[in-house]
């Protein structure tokens, strides 16, 4: 699921390559231009005053083709047309080799290359998310929507930020420079993403790049990593950023619950409610040893989000599934029912606490 279908990349690779060769074409015009109209001037003279024969205009272009490519031809009577003759193929070796220098330039700058590759590959991406910055937690957020099956295009301001190379070898094209600006937001996709992740180190920058793509996609989802809780719950309804998360908020819960609990892995609000997440492992004779995963859920009003053995594992175990010793859980539940399961998941728990099996 998390990588990308072979037949899709190579339709991807083959799209970028013919973008990245229209850009080399691009920066080489002026020189081709030049060289083309010569040939037109140079195929016209003959056209109307080669004094050997009587050529027709598709004759006339070949010859002054020839005569420009060191294939000579015979030289005409007319003084100025053997002038002509002679410089026609120095101008047009000159003009040639200008244009294959600055290929060449393009080509071996390994930086500027790889950048114009970068936008070349991300210029093939449709509903894809855009991730604004590379840093821990940018990396976090890329790896985790790539394990989900979906694109991702990332924008860094450091050219060699800690987690670029990384994200390379993964296929994920990265742009170097500021999201602030809109051509940037253009040149990763925006018109075509799903949405935009902005998840750098500074309030001021994240609402500036996530204004920006506002008013370039105004029905684009948002998704924007503040550290200002004032601030992270005026966005929303200010600027219809439709999802903004506080760090401070997100890492509170967690860490107040892990204080009161242990091995409790996350935890977060629903509905004004603290619900913490912890990973157990069935002990014989306790609380859940032999019980069923719709009983243990109905009486301690948890839910049993993830089981896994020897024989396999299973992210929502069905509520017939009887619970046997050595079963590793990931319960979610309020910390005091979290709290009482991990007290009586003992193996002394039994001799006080008789267990009626359901």
């Not at 100025?80 to 200008?98: D, I, K, N, T």
Request: net charge positive; with cysteine; aromatic share 6%.
């Amino acid at each position: 699921m998390g990588k990308v279908r072979p037949r899709r990349r190579r339709w991807r690779m083959i799209r970028a390559t013919l973008r990245d060769a229209r850009l080399l074409l691009r920066d080489s015009w002026p020189w081709l231009t030049i060289l083309i109209v010569m040939w037109a001037i140079f195929g016209g003279l003959l056209w109307g005053f080669y004094d050997r024969q009587r050529l027709s205009l598709a004759e006339a272009l070949y010859l002054a083709f020839s005569q420009m490519t060191l294939n000579p031809v015979p030289l005409p009577r007319t003084l100025w047309l053997q002038v002509l003759f002679y410089l026609a193929p120095a101008l047009s070796l000159v003009l040639v080799a200008r244009g294959a220098l600055n290929i060449g330039l393009l080509v071996f700058d390994k930086r500027n290359r790889r950048e114009a590759w970068q936008m070349a590959l991300a210029s093939t991406y449709r509903d894809h998310v855009i991730v604004c910055g590379l840093g821990k937690i940018g990396y976090r957020v890329v790896s985790q929507l790539l394990a989900n099956g979906t694109d991702v295009v990332a924008i860094d301001n450091r050219p060699d930020g800690p987690f670029n190379e990384l994200m390379l070898g993964r296929d994920v094209p990265v742009l170097i420079g500021d999201a602030r600006q809109p051509e940037l937001l253009q040149q990763a996709g925006i018109k075509y993403a799903q949405s935009v992740a902005v998840v750098t180190a500074d309030d001021l920058t994240n609402l500036d790049i996530a204004l920006t793509a506002r008013e370039l996609h105004p029905d684009l989802h948002i998704v924007m990593r503040v550290f200002n809780d004032s601030l992270g719950s005026k966005l929303s309804s200010a600027f219809n950023i439709k999802t903004a998360f506080s760090t401070s908020a997100l890492a509170a819960p967690t860490l107040a619950a892990a204080a009161l609990g242990r091995n409790i892995t996350n935890a977060l609000y629903v509905a004004g409610k603290l619900l913490s997440t912890v990973e157990i492992t069935v002990a014989r004779d306790g609380i859940l040893d032999g019980r069923l995963v719709q009983t243990v859920e109905d009486q301690h009003d948890v839910s049993v989000l993830y089981r896994r053995n020897k024989a396999g594992e299973d992210l929502r175990p069905r509520g017939d599934y009887r619970l046997s010793p050595g079963d590793e859980l990931v319960i979610i539940g309020p910390l005091p029912a979290i709290s009482r399961i991990q007290e009586l998941n003992t193996e002394s728990a039994a001799p006080h606490s008789p267990i009626r099996r359901g």
